[in-house]
């Protein structure tokens, strides 16, 4: 158990440092960063499925998708650190384990928002904090329903 928890630990530093780490980026390198990612995206896509697309394309797909890319990538993050405390606080069998793992991810959330108001070109958001906080929802409804079927499966086993 103590091995668990020191690795899930290990696990949410790494996402929240991952977190905090885009969040202290300006706002002018944080859209070079998507734009980057986005180029990427388009050049694998385009070269898997063999397709020539002009730059004029190319930079209208860039800008269309560089928004959900950005979008994606935060998903990601929060529904990751949503999972790992979600997981480590259950190794403490916490009564309200999924309130207070939302909780913790919740004051995250705010605490980055909060981080973001001293990084030039970027703002705190109310709305930010409610979707990422969502978005840890969503990674601890994923495991508890891995749960779920984890235990209707063993329950199975054993009839």
Same mark, same amino acid.
């Given at each position: 158990?103590? =091995?668990?928890? /020191?690795?899930?630990?290990?696990?949410?530093?790494? #996402?929240?440092?991952?977190? *905090?780490? %885009?969040?202290? &980026?300006?706002?002018?390198?944080?859209?070079?960063?998507?734009?980057?990612?986005?180029?990427?995206? $388009? !050049?694998?896509?385009?070269? /898997?499925?063999?397709?020539?697309?002009?730059? +004029?394309?190319?930079? &209208?797909?860039? +800008?269309?998708?560089? %928004?959900?890319?950005?979008?994606?990538?935060?998903?990601?993050?929060? %529904?990751?650190?949503?999972?790992? $405390?979600?997981?480590?606080? +259950?190794?403490?069998? #916490?009564?309200?384990?999924?309130?207070?793992?939302?909780?913790?991810?919740?004051?995250? @959330?705010?605490? !980055?928002?909060?981080? &973001?108001?001293?990084?030039?070109?970027?703002? @705190?958001?109310?709305? !930010?904090?409610?979707? !990422? =906080?969502? +978005?840890?929802?969503?990674?601890?409804?994923? /495991?508890?329903?891995?749960?779920?079927?984890? *235990?209707?499966?063993?329950?199975?086993?054993? &009839?």
């Amino acid at each position: 158990m103590k =091995t668990k928890r /020191i690795v899930l630990g290990v696990l949410i530093i790494i #996402i929240a440092s991952v977190i *905090f780490f %885009f969040s202290s &980026q300006n706002g002018e390198n944080s859209s070079k960063v998507s734009n980057t990612v986005t180029v990427k995206v $388009i !050049d694998t896509y385009t070269s /898997i499925k063999k397709e020539n697309i002009s730059l +004029e394309k190319k930079n &209208q797909l860039i +800008e269309n998708m560089s %928004f959900y890319i950005r979008k994606l990538a935060h998903f990601s993050m929060y %529904f990751l650190l949503g999972i790992f $405390i979600y997981l480590f606080v +259950e190794t403490y069998n #916490i009564k309200h384990s999924l309130i207070f793992s939302l909780l913790c991810t919740n004051v995250y @959330a705010i605490s !980055d928002e909060f981080h &973001q108001l001293f990084s030039f070109g970027r703002s @705190a958001e109310i709305r !930010d904090v409610l979707l !990422d =906080t969502l +978005e840890a929802l969503c990674g601890i409804l994923f /495991i508890k329903g891995i749960e779920y079927i984890i *235990f209707k499966l063993k329950k199975i086993k054993t &009839q």
